[in-house]
């Protein structure tokens, strides 16, 4: 990242942030003091900037232009063919005109650097209204058995035991301080990571089709198992049945009533 930021900071219209989320102060600056940056950077302590943005891991990249919107975002280190296609085929075109001013975020535990993010997250207001905490409890649980730790992914974010749910948390009991709607903190969390942040999808697109394949495999199964009973019971050969015992003869019966006498 640094050779990035040296092949675009005499730009007066670029600007690059590294933003630390995870390491501890004290580690953030040893880091710097010692390998030393030549850009601006900056600590999300509760991890709402990274929320916002909705960051899956570090290091993860973002282009934002002036008006906020994401250009373009990569997760894992930037080297080699992706260094070229971040500077070569995002960065410079977007420069070219000079209309506006474009950033890069980055976001990153600071020895692994995550990238550049220029458009900071507004702060909570301090005048929120004090809600009853064990209703507010129950709602934030509520709220959180339904969204997905992106970082576990097969745990919700409030059985989870990874920061980020735990921020994702701390990000739903303060919008619920606020006044948001179940819906409305839903609704945030999909916009920032698509439906897969929900632990059940919505059932609308392609998603229908995980709500009734299971279905459609059961039913499925049902009629290949049908299939299979069928063939079986018509490749058996029946069993054998023992010819049908001859009437007697009057002889033969004459006989045995002389046996049954004597």
């Known amino acids: ?27 953030a600056q040893q880091y710097l003091k010692e390998y030393g940056t ?8 509760k991890g709402q900037l990274a929320i916002d943005y909705g960051v899956y891991g570090v ?19 930037v080297t080699g063919h992706m260094y070229t296609t971040i500077t070569q085929k995002v960065i410079a075109p977007l420069l070219k005109g000079r209309a506006h001013q474009h950033s890069i975020l980055m976001f990153m535990p600071i020895r692994l650097a995550f990238a550049v993010i220029v458009v900071l997250a507004t702060p909570w207001s301090l005048l929120a209204e004090v809600q009853d905490e064990t ?12 969204l997905r730790c992106t970082v576990c992914q097969t745990e919700n974010i409030w059985e989870s035991g990874a920061p980020l ?6 990000v739903v009991r303060e919008r619920l301080k606020l006044g948001h709607s179940p819906e409305d903190i839903k ?6 990571y698509g439906d897969y942040i929900m632990m059940a999808p919505p059932k609308h697109g392609v998603n229908w089709l995980l709500w009734v394949s299971p279905f459609i495999l059961l039913l499925g199964g049902g009629l290949l198992l049908y299939k299979e009973v069928i063939g079986w019971v018509r490749r058996t050969p029946a069993t054998p049945t023992a010819p049908p015992t001859p009437p007697l003869d009057e002889q ?10 004597s």
Do not use: C, W
């Open 187 to 192: 609704e945030y969390f999909l916009s920032r």
């Open 165 to 170: 749910a735990q921020q994702m948390r701390d």
């Open 38 to 45: 030549t850009f601006a950077h900056m600590r999300d302590l």
């Open 59 to 77: 290091p993860e990249t973002f282009v934002i232009d002036q008006q906020g919107k994401i250009r373009y975002k990569y997760v894992g280190p």
């Open 252 to 261: 033969a019966r004459q006989r045995l009533e002389r046996e049954r006498e």
């Open 135 to 146: 209703a507010l409890d129950i709602q934030v649980r509520e709220i959180a058995k339904t």
């Open 1 to 27: 990242m640094l050779q990035l930021h040296q092949l675009f900071k005499d730009d007066p219209n670029f600007v690059m942030i590294g933003v630390n989320y995870q390491d501890k102060l004290p580690d």
